[in-house]
């Protein structure tokens, strides 16, 4: 069975710097996809960034330039390095597989204020 655990997010000042882990229970080496997306309270899920099993990359216009999304198959792990944060990127961020099945982790805290 898959499990995705997030880690990482925690309360930042504006301009600031976290990185988001995902932590897969089985080999991700052959998963189509991994992503990450984002719920602020109040509004719907959305994508933030996609990576590919080739290594190939999508980044949501909202956050390119400042988020890099990046994956360890010999770890089972994703990343969300988030550099120059902003209060609009206060959100549950949640680890996302891709594949015929896709799976969900439990999301984790992101809260951007001064």
């Known amino acids: 069975q898959v499990q995705l655990v997030e880690s990482g997010g925690g309360s930042v000042q504006p301009g600031g710097s976290l990185r988001l882990s995902c932590a897969a229970s089985?080999?991700?080496?052959?998963?189509?996809?991994m992503a990450w997306y984002r719920q602020a309270p109040g509004a719907q899920r959305e994508f933030v960034a996609e990576?590919?099993?080739?290594?190939?990359?999508l980044h949501a216009d909202s956050v390119k330039g400042r988020f890099t999304i990046s994956r360890d198959n010999a770890k089972n792990m994703v990343y969300l390095q988030m550099n120059k944060l902003k209060p609009e990127d206060t959100a549950v961020y949640y680890c996302?597989?891709?594949?015929?099945?896709?799976?969900w982790g439990q999301g984790t805290q992101v809260t951007v204020s001064s």
């Open positions: 996302m597989w891709d594949d015929n099945d896709d799976y």
């Open positions: 089985v080999s991700i080496s052959h998963v189509y996809a």
């Open positions: 990576i590919t099993n080739d290594g190939g990359t």
